[in-house]
Protein backbone atom coordinates (compact mmCIF):
# COMPACT_ATOMS: atom_id res chain seq x y z
CA UNK A 1 0.00 0.00 0.00
CA UNK A 2 1.47 3.37 -1.16
CA UNK A 3 -0.20 6.80 0.68
CA UNK A 4 0.12 10.58 -0.87
CA UNK A 5 -0.99 13.34 1.99
CA UNK A 6 -1.24 16.76 0.32
CA UNK A 7 -2.72 19.79 1.99
CA UNK A 8 -0.41 21.06 4.60
CA UNK A 9 0.99 24.05 4.88
CA UNK A 10 1.41 27.49 7.16
CA UNK A 11 -1.94 28.89 8.96
CA UNK A 12 -2.88 31.41 11.28
CA UNK A 13 -4.40 30.55 14.36
CA UNK A 14 -8.30 30.30 14.25
CA UNK A 15 -7.64 29.20 10.37
CA UNK A 16 -8.26 26.34 8.63
CA UNK A 17 -7.12 23.35 6.28
CA UNK A 18 -7.71 20.11 4.56
CA UNK A 19 -5.76 17.14 4.17
CA UNK A 20 -5.88 14.54 1.80
CA UNK A 21 -4.63 11.04 1.47
CA UNK A 22 -4.61 9.08 -1.34
CA UNK A 23 -4.38 5.25 -1.46
CA UNK A 24 -3.00 2.80 -3.76
CA UNK A 25 -1.37 -0.86 -4.19
CA UNK A 26 -2.88 -3.36 -2.42
CA UNK A 27 -5.82 -1.36 -1.25
CA UNK A 28 -8.06 -4.31 -1.13
CA UNK A 29 -7.40 -5.46 2.33
CA UNK A 30 -7.26 -1.73 4.20
CA UNK A 31 -9.99 -1.83 6.80
CA UNK A 32 -9.42 1.77 8.37
CA UNK A 33 -7.39 4.70 7.75
CA UNK A 34 -6.48 7.46 9.57
CA UNK A 35 -4.36 10.34 10.11
CA UNK A 36 -1.74 10.64 13.17
CA UNK A 37 0.72 13.26 14.26
CA UNK A 38 3.73 14.27 15.42
CA UNK A 39 4.97 17.61 16.97
CA UNK A 40 8.58 18.36 17.58
CA UNK A 41 10.62 16.48 19.88
CA UNK A 42 7.10 14.13 20.71
CA UNK A 43 5.77 11.16 20.35
CA UNK A 44 3.64 9.86 17.24
CA UNK A 45 -0.05 10.54 18.18
CA UNK A 46 -3.59 9.62 16.63
CA UNK A 47 -5.71 12.32 15.30
CA UNK A 48 -8.22 10.10 14.02
CA UNK A 49 -9.70 7.38 12.19
CA UNK A 50 -11.71 5.39 10.16
CA UNK A 51 -13.76 2.33 8.88
CA UNK A 52 -13.96 1.21 5.76
CA UNK A 53 -17.51 0.93 7.29
CA UNK A 54 -17.55 4.62 8.21
CA UNK A 55 -16.73 4.39 11.88
CA UNK A 56 -14.48 7.10 12.97
CA UNK A 57 -12.24 7.72 15.97
CA UNK A 58 -10.79 10.97 17.20
CA UNK A 59 -7.92 11.76 20.41
CA UNK A 60 -9.85 13.86 23.01
CA UNK A 61 -8.39 16.92 21.56
CA UNK A 62 -9.28 16.77 18.54
CA UNK A 63 -13.02 16.39 18.81
CA UNK A 64 -15.24 18.99 17.89
CA UNK A 65 -12.48 20.50 15.45
CA UNK A 66 -11.32 18.01 12.96
CA UNK A 67 -13.69 15.94 10.96
CA UNK A 68 -12.25 12.88 9.08
CA UNK A 69 -14.06 11.30 6.21
CA UNK A 70 -13.34 8.56 4.11
CA UNK A 71 -14.07 7.48 0.39
CA UNK A 72 -13.02 3.80 0.07
CA UNK A 73 -14.31 3.53 -3.50
CA UNK A 74 -11.64 6.30 -4.21
CA UNK A 75 -9.13 5.20 -2.13
CA UNK A 76 -8.88 8.81 -0.12
CA UNK A 77 -9.18 9.72 3.25
CA UNK A 78 -9.48 13.52 4.18
CA UNK A 79 -8.91 15.41 7.07
CA UNK A 80 -11.27 18.60 7.81
CA UNK A 81 -8.70 20.93 10.49
CA UNK A 82 -10.74 24.32 11.84
CA UNK A 83 -9.80 26.21 14.91
CA UNK A 84 -6.31 25.43 14.46
CA UNK A 85 -4.48 26.08 17.32
CA UNK A 86 -0.74 26.75 17.46
CA UNK A 87 0.20 23.54 18.99
CA UNK A 88 -2.00 21.61 16.17
CA UNK A 89 1.89 22.46 15.20
CA UNK A 90 3.07 18.93 13.33
CA UNK A 91 4.02 16.92 10.13
CA UNK A 92 0.51 15.09 9.78
CA UNK A 93 1.15 11.45 8.77
CA UNK A 94 -1.82 9.40 6.58
CA UNK A 95 -1.69 5.50 7.58
CA UNK A 96 -3.32 2.65 6.61
CA UNK A 97 -4.05 -0.56 8.23
CA UNK A 98 -4.66 -3.50 6.89
CA UNK A 99 -5.72 -7.42 7.69
CA UNK A 100 -4.31 -10.20 5.80
CA UNK A 101 -2.82 -13.77 6.19
CA UNK A 102 -0.10 -12.44 8.16
CA UNK A 103 -2.20 -10.31 10.69
CA UNK A 104 -2.58 -6.57 11.07
CA UNK A 105 -0.06 -4.17 8.80
CA UNK A 106 0.35 -0.50 8.68
CA UNK A 107 1.49 1.65 6.11
CA UNK A 108 2.60 5.36 6.14
CA UNK A 109 2.68 8.21 4.03
CA UNK A 110 5.34 10.61 3.80
CA UNK A 111 3.67 13.31 6.17
CA UNK A 112 2.66 16.67 5.79
CA UNK A 113 3.93 19.89 7.74
CA UNK A 114 1.04 21.73 9.61
CA UNK A 115 2.39 24.86 11.06
CA UNK A 116 0.28 27.01 12.83
CA UNK A 117 1.56 30.34 13.43
CA UNK A 118 0.43 34.13 13.28
Known amino acids: VQLQASGGGLVQPGGCLRL?????????????MGWYRQALGKQRELVAS???????NYAESMKGRFTISGDYAENMVYLQMNSLKPEDTAVYYC?????????????WGQGTQVTVSS
Open 20 to 32: SCAASGSISNIFK
Open 50 to 56: ITRGGST
Open 95 to 107: NARTVGASGLDDF
